[in-house]
């Protein structure tokens, strides 16, 4: 009995001394220590944060990629009219003009050149102060009113005449060749004539013409023949 007690009690001092050999290996889990007061880390997963400050941002953030903008084009408009773009902006269609349309622009031009021409005549011949007051506010108004008919014609793909009518060379010519009071009276009743129908034109384009930037351009600039009318009387 003496021996087998001696024989175990070898036995568990050789295991204890076996225990604490382990006790005192380094660990080999893949994890590290916990931290003080901290949890677990998980040591080589890759982190699911899409931005690399590591903060998640919540559900439902807007994309920080540019979107493109809607387009600011003006609408088209078979007549030509004014319209507005997406942001209110207004424009004119460069559509193209009517036959009607075509006939108002080519008239006004006519008409416009012919008055242009006849007071520079007149400039050169009369020496009636009264002549010649009008003969100067022709050219004026009237190279005014062609200079704003023109590019609207060109957008339009109207080509405007550069040259007179027959009918407009032909009053040219015969007043070439008068003088004095009787070129000032010739000159006064082909105005008055002229004005009128000139008048009827504007009148009739500014509430027909098929494209609106011209039914207005007609329908403004209808009064100033109108006061050129008056003082004809």
């Not at 944060?49 to 088209?76: C, R, V």
């Not at 000032?184 to 034109?201: C, F, G, I, N, P």
Request: aromatic share 4%; with cysteine; hydrophobic share 40%.
């Amino acid at each position: 009995m003496r021996k087998s007690a001696k024989l175990a009690l070898c036995a568990v001092t050789l295991w204890g001394a076996t225990a604490m050999t382990f006790a005192q290996q380094p660990s080999t889990s893949a994890n590290p220590p916990l931290p003080p007061g901290g949890a677990a880390a998980d040591v080589g997963t890759p982190s699911a944060s899409p931005n690399p400050g590591g903060i998640n941002l919540p559900q439902g953030t807007p994309s920080m990629t540019p979107q493109p903008a809607a387009p600011n084009a003006t609408s088209l408009n078979p007549g030509g009219d004014i319209v507005r773009g997406v942001d209110g902006a207004q424009g004119v269609t460069p559509a193209k003009a009517t036959a009607r349309d075509r006939n108002f622009l080519i008239q006004a031009a006519q008409g416009g050149m012919a008055e242009v021409q006849l007071a520079q005549l007149a400039l050169k011949k009369t020496d009636n102060q009264k002549v010649r007051d009008f003969a100067q506010m022709m050219v004026k108004d009237h190279s005014d009113l062609g200079a704003k008919l023109t590019p609207m014609a060109t957008q339009m793909g109207v080509s405007l005449p550069t040259q007179l009518t027959a009918a407009d060379a032909g009053a040219l010519s015969r007043l070439s060749r008068q003088s004095g009071s009787t070129f000032d009276r010739s000159y006064m009743a082909s105005q008055k004539t002229a004005h009128t129908k000139a008048l009827a034109l504007f009148q009739e384009a500014g509430s027909q013409a098929d494209n609106g930037a011209l039914r207005n351009f007609f329908a403004q600039n209808a009064q100033t023949i109108s006061t050129h009318l008056e003082m004809l009387k």
